[in-house]
Structures are given as C-alpha cells and as structure tokens.
C-alpha cells in the first residue's frame, strides 16, 4: 500500500515541494511521464496535477494528501484537513489601488469594482468588514484591471510587489498571509495515517533543522559560566577542554530568530573563533 501525494506539476510550488521530500531523504523516480512518479525509497506515489485541482482531489481522495497553497486550500473551501505548514512558497494575499489613490482605509473600497481570482476569499473578508463592494472574477492578468478600465482595485497574491509597481498600482490592505501547506483526506485508514506520521516527523526535523544552527566556539575559562548561560542548546551545551590551557571548546545550536543578538552577546562576553554551521536535520 503506498500513500498517494499531489503536488503542483510545475509552477512555484513544484522545484520547493520535490526538495523538500528530497530533504525528507525521499527520491522521486522522475519518469517521462511526469503524470505520476513512484518514490523509491518510501511508500508513497506522487502525481502533478496543476495547484487549483489539489484541494478537489484529496477531497475525493484521489490523492491522500497534498502540498498546497493555504491560498488555494481557502479558496476552494473544500473538506479536507490542514496538517502542517510548510515554510515554502510564502506569499500574500493583498488588495492594491492605482498608486495615486487616496486609500485611507477598508471604507475606501465601499461600491468600487474589485477584480480578483479569489472571490471566496475577498467576499468573506469585505462580509467581515460590512463593505458592500463589487467583484469581478476573473482568472489570470488581475493586475492589468484597473489600467483598462476594468476595475477600480484588484485583489492577488503578492510576494515582492514589484508586479504591483509595474502596473501603476500600490499595495492598500493584506487580507491573507499564505504559504504551503500540507493537507490530508478526511478519512484515511489508520496505515495511511500512519504513514503520514512518518512522513510528518520527517518534515517536522527539516523544518526544524532549518531554523536552527550549530555553533562553535572557543572561550577562556574563567568566562565560561557567563558564556553558556547565553546558550539555550538542545539540552545544555556540550564543552571540551582545548589544547592550549585555559581554554575550551563550547558546542549548541542556536534559533535563526535571535541568532544575531546571540552572537553579538557571545563575543562581548570574550567568544573567540565562532563557527557556525547549518544542520541538516534535528530530531529532538
Ligand atoms: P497552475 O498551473 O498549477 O494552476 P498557477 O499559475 O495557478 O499554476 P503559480 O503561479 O505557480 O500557480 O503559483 C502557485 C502558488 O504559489 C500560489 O497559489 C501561491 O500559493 C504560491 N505563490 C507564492 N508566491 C507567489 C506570487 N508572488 N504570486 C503567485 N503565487 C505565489
Ligand atoms: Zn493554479
């Protein structure tokens, strides 16, 4: 029995999605045939179906699982179950105006003509605001709207805004913050759920090793105590006494988040020749 995973067959999901089963320790036999690819090394088969699809199939259960957008998954509103995030494929969901608008706030868009490919999505958000406001579906190109005339504000994802820009218009409000997620079919037998435990535990330790760092460092003794109270490490910092007396060796992993201050903290307190490493995975 293998479970079944869909994944975006190209576009911005699909290089991240492949890298991270990679990093789970999971080859893909990539075929010719790029409809579906066994993995060698793990029970699992993959199909590419195209992204807007995913959420419908892992309802129906054509797939087990899949790799999403929560954009997508929100705007489907199928049922299906949310797993886990995946730290990829980051991006949001905004309203923008043409640049020289005046936007004030969510009132400004009261009777105006929104286009979007996200009317589920936007409609409950304007409900949420009591904004009565037009939407305009359509499918692709949202952000040329409001340069031919076709709407007054337009409602897409965005990443670094740079589209936005280039088509005159301004980022006004963010109503989504998205990236991709795993999602799972509803009723599964518990040896599929089991098997999304396995691979779960294995997203989990990448996820983990990337916001996390080694570092090591040397230290005079007489400032080791000071030292390793900066260091939080997974149990407690791992010290060796170095070669040359009076020193030693101070070992810990370190969150990405207040990595810096750490660091700066670190070398004040008399830390020489601090290295710091990425891991590769972290089970804890
Ligand atoms: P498909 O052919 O599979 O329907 P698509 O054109 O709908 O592809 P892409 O543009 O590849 O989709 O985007 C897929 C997903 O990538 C989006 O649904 C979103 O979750 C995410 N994404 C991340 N950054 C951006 C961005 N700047 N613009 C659009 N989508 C982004
Ligand atoms: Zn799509």
């Not at 959420?55 to 954009?71: C, K, L, R, S, W």
Request: glycine residues 8%.
């Amino acid at each position: 029995m293998k479970l079944k995973l869909a994944i975006q067959k190209s576009g911005r999901l699909y290089e991240d999605s492949i890298r991270l089963l990679k990093e789970c320790g999971i080859d893909i036999s990539n075929g010719v045939n790029k409809l579906k690819a066994d993995a060698t090394n793990f029970p699992l088969e993959v199909y590419f179906l195209r992204d807007d699809d995913i959420p419908q199939y892992v309802e129906d259960a054509v797939a087990d699982i899949g790799f999403v957008g929560e954009n997508v998954v929100y705007e489907k509103k199928k049922k299906v179950d949310v797993v886990e995030k995946l730290g990829f494929g980051k991006c949001r969901l905004s309203i923008a105006v043409r640049k020289g608008e005046e936007y004030g706030d969510v009132q400004y868009l009261a009777g105006k003509k929104i286009a979007t490919s996200y009317p589920v999505i936007l409609g409950d958000f304007l409900k949420s605001k009591h904004v009565e406001a037009d939407i305009h579906e359509i499918s692709g190109s949202v952000e040329i709207a409001p340069g031919i005339g076709l709407a007054d504000a337009i409602c897409d994802l965005v990443s670094s805004g740079s589209t936005l820009f280039m088509n005159g218009l301004k980022e006004a409000e963010t109503i989504l913050q998205s990236q991709a997620i795993l999602i799972k079919n509803k009723e599964l037998s518990d040896e599929k759920k089991q098997l999304i435990d396995r691979l779960l535990f294995r997203i989990q330790s990448v996820k983990k090793a990337k916001n996390n760092k080694y570092i090591l460092l040397n230290a005079p003794n007489e400032k080791l105590n000071e030292i390793i109270g900066l260091l939080p490490g997974m149990k407690s910092p791992t010290v060796l006494p170095l070669a040359e007396e009076g020193w030693s060796s101070v070992h810990s992993v370190l969150n990405e988040n207040d990595f810096w201050e750490i660091i700066e903290q670190l070398k004040a307190a008399g830390a020489q020749g601090i290295l710091v490493v990425p891991i590769e995975k972290m089970i804890v």
